[in-house]
């Protein structure tokens, strides 16, 4: 059974930093490439970054321009996991974060992940 299950999720200051987590069980991420979505209230759910492969452009990352410079994902092959780092958030950050993965090259349309994590909510509030 695949699964993705996200972590890291919480409330901070605006400005503050979280690290989100993304681990895989029944699936080897190093081979695909693992996108973070989130879905802020009564929104669409959005493309935040993917990492590609290193196989594919070698492991190439997209940011969304909402979050460039500011959000850092990586990959942990060791522990078959990915990482988001946030900093200088802000309240429009405000959102339930998902993990989704895929094999082959990232994508920011949503449908074109198989494979999605159950979410983890971050609240940037003052």
């Known amino acids: 059974q695949i699964r993705l299950v996200e972590s890291g999720g919480g409330s901070v200051r605006p400005g503050g930093s979280l690290r989100l987590s993304c681990a895989a069980s029944g699936l080897t991420l190093d081979y695909c490439a693992v996108a973070w979505f989130r879905q802020a209230p009564g929104k669409e759910r959005e493309v935040v970054s993917y990492i590609n492969s290193a196989s594919t452009n070698k492991g190439c990352v997209y940011y969304a321009d909402s979050v460039k410079g500011r959000f850092t994902n990586t990959r942990n092959n060791t522990m078959n996991a990915v990482s988001l780092q946030m900093s200088s958030l802000k309240a429009e950050d405000t959102a339930v974060y998902y993990c989704?993965?895929?094999?082959?090259?990232?994508?920011?349309?949503?449908?074109?992940?198989?494979?999605w994590g159950q979410g983890t909510q971050v609240i940037v509030s003052s």
């Open positions: 989704a993965a895929k094999y082959g090259g990232g994508s920011v349309i949503r449908a074109e992940y198989d494979y």
